[in-house]
């Protein structure tokens, strides 16, 4: 497949809306959710703000007093920040979108990157069905509405997300990001500040394709070569970086405490078998295999130590597991004098096949 298909998600007003969800009688009033500083009654900045409240002037970063001032006379809500209860909702949406892509990249507690080349196939025309399918799914199990922007790449994605808020949806194929970049300020480019707009105005580079235009040895010479290097690709919509997953589970495993230290096989296999089966009923509910199983030891002078082997072909089942934990125990014990104190089971080097597989077959079923 040749071109990817990549989304920004970004969460609406989220801090507000979160909010908004737990009390829904705020809802058409003005809502300004801040960071109290607790020096006097108002000190301290908004941290969002409903986009009623935004009608009014209310701006993230602006001092609560003057948030005030501007909502003078008004029903409007202030709000002390609640952090917890808005990284659980969160990571409730983020546990959906996880499973409409093959790699999902969360860049802040609102905003995640999704690779959805494969469940779309490649295909543009299918993504906008697909993105509604997902604000479907996340405001009726969540109650939460959120921006999407899509494009061949990262940079796109976001630029396009940015361009339509709130419950966008704006989708931007290959053959238009140049033309829907084009137009844009230079400074809606990452890592164009305000310093860096400056400096491109006084060479005549007021748009992105301005910058694009623009003789890349010039800009080569003015900022150096990854930088300006860096303009020029951006300008012209050019992003090669990948969806980095991040914080996906990289193994399952289980420990536990033997009744009394042992070195004897059977006695420290009872308990290994328990940890086996907890550990093979979480890899089945994920649907996931598996390639390295290893086993872990606290000795009685309190090291650890561990041993794995690694799988010809992926397995998903207990029996593996069982006999390879086997295997390894047996293997240890008879390098080792010392008696075991504690001992773990853990699974890894998790293919992601049949989870691409599901969720294709999953859309195209309900689609
Ligand atoms: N935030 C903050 N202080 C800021 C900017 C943002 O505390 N100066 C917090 C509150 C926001 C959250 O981060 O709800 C996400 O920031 P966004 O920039 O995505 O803004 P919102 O989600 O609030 O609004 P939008 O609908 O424009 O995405
Ligand atoms: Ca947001
Ligand atoms: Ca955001």
């Known amino acids: 497949m040749q071109n990817r298909v990549v989304m920004l998600i970004d969460f609406d007003y989220f801090f507000a809306q979160c909010e908004e969800l737990r009390n829904p009688s705020i809802r058409d009033k003005p ?128 630029i396009a997300c940015d361009s339509q808020k709130p419950d966008g949806l704006t989708i931007v194929k290959p053959e238009e990001a140049k033309s829907f970049f084009s137009p844009l300020p230079v400074d809606q480019l990452l890592g164009v500040g305000k310093k860096t707009s400056l400096k491109m105005d006084s060479l005549g580079i007021k748009t992105i394709g301005d910058l694009a235009s623009h003789d890349v040895q010039k800009l080569i010479g003015i900022w150096g070569k990854t930088l300006g290097l860096y303009f020029h690709n951006s300008a012209n919509a050019i992003d090669n970086s990948s969806v980095q997953e991040q914080g996906e589970a990289e193994s399952i495993s289980r420990i536990g405490t033997l009744k009394q230290d042992s070195h004897d096989l059977a006695f420290i296999l009872q308990k290994t078998d328990e940890l086996t089966k907890d550990v093979a009923k979480d890899v089945s509910e994920k649907k996931w295999s598996f390639r390295q199983i290893s086993v872990y030891f606290v000795l009685t002078n309190l090291t650890s130590k561990s041993r794995s082997a690694t799988l010809e072909q992926p397995a998903k089942d207990e029996e593996t597991i069982r006999k390879n934990v086997k295997d390894l125990l047996e293997k240890f014990l008879n390098e080792t004098r010392l008696d075991v104190r504690r001992v773990g089971v853990k699974v890894s080097g998790f293919s992601r096949e049949e989870k691409k597989q599901q969720q294709l077959t999953s859309f195209f079923q309900n689609n």
């Open 31 to 158: 809502v300004v959710v801040g960071v109290y500083s607790g020096r006097t009654e108002d000190s301290g900045a908004v941290s969002t703000s409903n986009y009623v409240a935004r009608k009014f002037g209310v701006k993230s970063g602006m001092p609560l007093f003057q948030a005030k001032r501007k909502l003078e006379g008004s029903d409007a809500v202030f709000l002390p920040v609640d952090h917890v209860y808005y990284d659980q909702i969160s990571s409730r949406i983020m546990h959906i979108l996880r499973s409409y892509s093959s790699s999902l990249e969360q860049v802040s507690v609102d905003e995640a990157y999704l690779d959805v080349t494969e469940q779309v196939l490649g295909s543009f025309e299918k993504t906008r069905e697909y993105a509604l399918k997902m604000k479907v799914e996340v405001k009726s199990k969540v109650g939460i509405s959120f921006s999407v922007g899509v494009g061949p790449n990262k940079l796109v994605a976001k």
